[in-house]
């Protein structure tokens, strides 16, 4: 199966969040705050949304920062994604 967003909606597949913190803590389960960066798996095609032109600003692969509480978690074939707004993108995490 495959989800194809609609508007400007992404759908994000949430990166691992670090075991260990850098001094070497290790953090349990419960104490780990889910990260709010993801990879772009993939992009609507934008065009009129509610009445106003969208030009979709990230691509299929890039690496963001989304709002904490944005967007609707999706799980399909064992894999758990979030789908959320152009608008809740943040930022686009660049090297």
């Known amino acids: 199966m495959k989800l ?3 508007g400007d909606r992404i759908v994000l597949k949430q990166l691992v969040a670090e075991e260990t913190t850098k001094s070497g803590i290790v ?3 419960q104490s780990k705050e889910k990260p709010q960066q993801a990879e772009v798996v993939a992009v609507g ?3 009129m949304v509610d ?8 691509k299929v692969g890039d ?3 989304y709002s904490k509480y944005a967007g609707t978690e ?8 979030i789908i959320v ?6 930022a686009i995490v660049s090297k």
């Open 51 to 58: 009445g106003k032109e969208v030009k979709m600003e990230v």
């Open 85 to 90: 707004k152009q608008n809740d993108v943040l």
């Open 45 to 47: 095609p934008g065009g």
């Open 63 to 65: 690496q963001v920062i």
């Open 74 to 81: 999706v799980k399909l074939d064992e894999e758990e994604y």
């Open 4 to 6: 194809v967003p609609l």
């Open 27 to 29: 953090l349990p389960g």
